[in-house]
């Protein structure tokens, strides 16, 4: 009864979110490098991303939810083989 | 009239002049047909504003059909103009301006269109559904297609044709060396056609997953429909790249941003780059829907079922993935080292492995089959010794070191029309041989029919195949003319009078139509050639609601078991049928589309807001509307199938 009432889980996302959110703003007024500030800002990036998906729209919650997983998971390995392939071709592996 | 001087063309022709009064004149004429056959309203209200799966699926495929000829004049005139040395049909600017819109014309305009009108024909009836999930969201798939499509056929006569090659590769594409609109045609045209092509990728993912017929499982659906599957999830990965590269391009061209220039920091192999990482898995979107296609005519026409569906449905997933993985392999030569090369090389050849299963999967299809030899089954044979050739001068090209040798040259191109022609242009005549009957209601006459495989196919060869020997020699890609010691000639000659059968075979098969529709006997019944997939379950042509009943199905094969295996199809009883209203909002936006394209290619900014408050407006008003689509009563259903001769 309380468990419906008060969704726990969403609350407890919702102030994940803001938490992630004050440490990305972190990197704006303190003084760090620009190689620790944008590692900061990536990583709670897609942790972000993750959580907005989860817990506000409702990944895991109907009966899709392996169709979506699936699709999330190819999505991310079609990024990052583009990401990390163009990185290689144009930059690392240029003569 | 200095407004309208940026609307004159920059290298005009006697050519050029003809096609202009030719447009005006075809227009002229169609706009007195329709007005004095009074045919506007039933124009209006039939096609122009309709959701219905089968109608968007003919005006692809009407379209691509358009363009089929438009692109096969510029590649005539390309063989023509190098049929012998010194030419001076076509002079370099033209010659250029020629072999960009006939790559772009042929892929994005015939072959896209082409392979998603034959999806939207045919997807929904294979899984047994009514429509598709979003019909209205199709129809303004096609119809930014074709606003996209009108758009890059009027730059030749307005303002000058995109001449940076269809890949357009900067900087040659950049304000630097391309200061006519043309690549801004380019960017905007496919710009919006691409937009429409990746609504129709969600479009159909979501019809497939979700409204297949009950006890359709996914390893229970047609061989068909797993290739559309697989194609429209490519298209959805593949397509945002295209439109981000596209965008940037645009502000490189018209904004003074440095993407792609060599200067202030920009960098000028990202096009090639971008433009290969949409391109590659493109290629793919248009193979394997013609995979698809292959699989449905050669099981039909051997009388068994399908070899190896599971091996078939693997072998899609997995290129489906490494599509994304090759895409270097387009520019071997453009100075990294070996590593790079080397990864890419290997995963080329990898990708050959999966396609090489499908044709052993269709060779033991016909393996001691009862071949019936029509006209969609020639294309089918035809296929697979062509299509192989093609994809072993494939595995050559991906030796990056020896690709120093072929990169650029006639080789090239001979390889990627032999992959292409006998892969996607082959199926389509396939397909739309084979689902004829299904969209009229007539068969195509067999004999037209079989003289027009044989001249395309010997056509093709005489076109394609002394390209290879030329390239091998070193003749180049593009280049408008040659002198008479290189030698490439005679071969070139060759090429020109295969090219020439080819289009006899075009007029032959626009030809069988024509003579079909008027000497060809109606009341074909609903399976004509004896069919297997559910499609061939309801009428021929198809009623407007597809299936009377959902039909029930418990294998990929559900129409064979029901004719040989006592399978009970429609067990339900009829009932009144929901469908969507029809439209106008999609036809009216995409004309804002093209007004908003047109006026960004030549920067009249006035333009472009207006058609851009047009766009929001017609989304405006799709927000607040209040369709909840209409009901066909079970009274016209029964007069409907009784006017078919009672159905089952």
Not at chain 2, 57 to 73: E, N, P, T, W
Not at chain 2, 247 to 254: A, P, V
Request: net charge neutral; with cysteine.
């Amino acid at each position: 009864m309380m468990k419906e009432l008060f969704p726990i889980k969403q609350v407890m996302g919702f102030v994940f979110s803001l938490v992630l959110t004050a440490v990305a703003l972190a990197v704006y007024f303190l003084d760090m490098s620009f190689q620790l500030g944008m590692t900061i800002l990536l990583v709670t990036a897609f942790i972000q991303a993750a959580l907005q998906l989860v817990f506000f729209m409702h990944a895991g919650e109907s009966n899709d939810k392996n169709a979506i997983y699936t699709n999330v998971y190819y999505a991310i390995a079609i990024a990052l083989v583009t990401v990390f392939g163009t990185l290689l071709t144009l930059i690392w592996g240029y003569m | 009239m200095e407004f309208f001087e940026r609307f004159a063309i920059p290298h005009p022709s006697p050519l050029i002049y003809a096609s202009m009064v030719g447009i005006g004149l075809t227009v002229i004429a169609i706009v007195i047909g329709l007005t004095y056959f009074k045919k506007w309203g039933y124009l209006w209200r039939e096609w122009l504003t309709t959701v219905d799966h089968k109608r968007i699926g003919l005006m692809y495929i009407i379209s691509a059909i358009l363009m089929l000829f438009r692109g096969g004049v510029d590649g005539i005139m390309m063989r023509l103009q190098t049929a012998v040395p010194d030419n001076t049909f076509l002079d370099a600017q033209h010659y250029n301006e020629v072999f960009t819109t006939h790559g772009i014309v042929m892929i994005i305009f015939m072959a896209m269109a082409f392979i998603i009108g034959m999806m939207n024909f045919v997807v929904p009836l294979q899984i047994g559904a009514r429509d598709v999930a979003f019909p209205r969201l199709n129809a303004i798939s096609f119809w930014l297609y074709f606003a996209g499509a009108m758009l890059f056929n009027i730059s030749f006569v307005i303002g000058g044709s995109p001449d940076a090659g269809w890949t357009n590769y900067f900087p040659l594409a950049g304000t630097d060396f391309s200061q006519s609109v043309g690549v801004n045609y380019y960017m905007w045209a496919l710009q919006i056609s691409g937009l429409g092509t990746l609504m129709t990728g969600i479009n159909f993912i979501v019809t497939i997953l979700k409204m297949r017929a009950p006890g359709m499982t996914l390893m229970k659906m047609p061989m068909f429909t797993w290739s559309a599957l697989i194609t429209n999830v490519i298209i959805v990965f593949a397509f945002p790249v295209l439109t981000i590269a596209l965008l940037m391009g645009t502000f490189d061209r018209q904004f003074g941003t440095h993407f792609f220039a060599s200067t202030n920091g920009g960098m000028d192999m990202l096009w090639a780059n971008l433009f290969w990482v949409w391109g590659h898995p493109e290629v793919y979107i248009l193979i394997l829907p013609a995979f698809g296609v292959y699989s449905e005519v050669i099981a039909t026409f051997s009388s068994r079922n399908l070899y190896g569906y599971k091996s078939m449905v693997g072998s899609m997933v997995l290129i489906s993935f490494m599509s994304f993985l090759v895409w270097v392999h387009h520019f071997f030569t453009m100075g990294h080292g070996p590593l790079v090369n080397g990864i890419f090389s290997v995963t080329t050849m990898a990708i050959a492995v999966p396609t090489g299963i499908k044709i052993f999967n269709w060779l033991l299809t016909m393996w001691k089959g009862k071949i019936r030899f029509t006209v969609p089954m020639l294309y089918s044979i035809g296929f697979i010794p062509l299509f192989t050739i093609g994809g072993v001068t494939g595995v050559m090209l991906a030796i990056a070191s020896a690709d120093y040798q072929y990169h650029n040259t006639m080789f090239l191109v001979a390889h990627f029309h032999n992959v292409i022609i006998p892969g996607v242009v082959f199926a389509m005549l396939a397909g739309l041989t084979y689902w004829w009957p299904k969209m009229f209601g007539f068969m195509l006459n067999e004999r037209i029919g079989k003289w027009g495989f044989w001249f395309l196919s010997i056509g093709f060869c005489l076109a394609f195949f002394p390209m290879y020997i030329t390239g091998l020699d070193g003749q180049a890609r593009r280049m408008f003319t040659y002198s008479a010691e290189t030698g490439f000639g005679p071969l070139n000659m060759v090429s020109f009078i295969g090219a020439a059968l080819m289009a006899i075979a075009f007029i032959l098969i626009v030809y069988n139509v024509y003579y079909s529709f008027r000497y060809a006997p109606r009341n074909v019944g609903q399976d004509p050639w004896d069919a297997r997939s559910l499609e061939w379950a309801t009428h021929n042509p198809v009623p407007e609601y597809n299936f009377a009943v959902t039909p029930e199905v418990n294998s990929s094969q559900a129409f064979w078991d029901s004719k040989k295996n006592n399978h009970q199809l429609f067990k339900e009883k009829r009932s009144k049928i929901h469908m969507p209203n029809n439209s106008g909002v999609p036809v009216i936006m995409a004309g804002f589309f093209f007004v908003f394209g047109f006026s960004f290619v030549f920067s009249i900014w006035i333009g472009v807001i207006i058609a851009a408050l047009g766009i929001f407006a017609c989304m405006a008003y799709r927000t607040f509307e209040n369709d909840h689509g209409r009901y066909i009563s079970l009274k016209e259903i029964e007069e409907t199938e009784k006017k078919y001769g009672g159905a089952k």
